[in-house]
């Protein structure tokens, strides 16, 4: 399956009209682009299932959550979703952005509870040898020219040596990889297969972090 153009026209033409009548009026086309894209979405996820188990997958609502952001405005203008995978041997999430300027697809752990977070920070502080040698390998630096991205700390966190030699690693408070496209490039009849790549190159790290949150610091599993 592919994303078409017109659904990419319809998500410009939202972020120009983002109000309850230009959608209410315009919400038959809505509709059929949703469809679309859902179906798109679970292409995705049977192309995932030949190389990992995924427990399900979710296109999130289009209405935002206002209540507290000072951006009114009342729909996203994009598509977006996730795929869970299966098993809590399994960690890590995939993700999908859909949206004209921004699309992406990509993955990791966006919010580590305080015990996950802590056990990755151990890791890093114990050893960076394996991460680094993912993140240095050719195909990941392909996709992922920027590495780990997300949230962090401006310094280290409680506990950890702020000269540490990982400390780049350490402060993150966020663990995700994220591959960029082009509007050209999504709407190619090659763009599923495109995410379908990268997520497979994002399996060597979930296997690794995978290992690491279910296992502890001597390696005996914790599950």
Do not use: C
């Not at 809505?30 to 469809?35: C, I, R, V």
């Not at 990992?52 to 209540?67: A, L, N």
């Not at 394996?130 to 240095?136: E, H, P, Q, T, V």
């Amino acid at each position: 399956m592919n994303i078409e153009k017109s659904t990419f026209q319809f998500l410009k033409d939202l972020k120009k009209n983002n109000n309850r009548d230009w959608f209410n009026e315009n919400k038959p086309v809505f509709k059929q682009h949703e469809a679309s894209t859902k179906s798109f979405f679970k292409s995705v996820k049977d192309g995932l299932n030949l190389t990992d188990k995924i427990e399900s997958h979710k296109v999130w609502r289009i209405y935002r959550d206002v209540r507290f952001s000072k951006d009114k405005t009342p729909y996203k203008s994009r598509f977006a979703g996730s795929f869970a995978r299966q098993g809590a041997e399994r960690r890590g999430g995939y993700y999908l952005n859909i949206e004209p300027g921004n699309a992406i697809a990509g993955g990791g752990f966006y919010g580590p509870n305080k015990e996950d977070l802590l056990r990755i920070r151990k890791e890093f502080e114990q050893s960076d040898k394996a991460i680094r040698k993912i993140l240095d390998n050719a195909d990941f630096k392909t996709y992922f020219p920027n590495g780990l991205e997300g949230e962090e700390l401006k310094s280290a966190p409680r506990g950890f040596d702020k000269e540490h030699k990982s400390i780049d690693l350490i402060r993150k408070k966020q663990f995700i990889v994220l591959r960029r496209f082009s509007d050209s490039d999504v709407i190619q009849p090659g763009f599923e297969d495109e995410v379908l790549k990268t997520y497979k190159v994002i399996r060597t790290y979930f296997d690794f972090m995978s290992d690491v949150l279910t296992t502890d610091l001597n390696g005996e599993s914790i599950l």
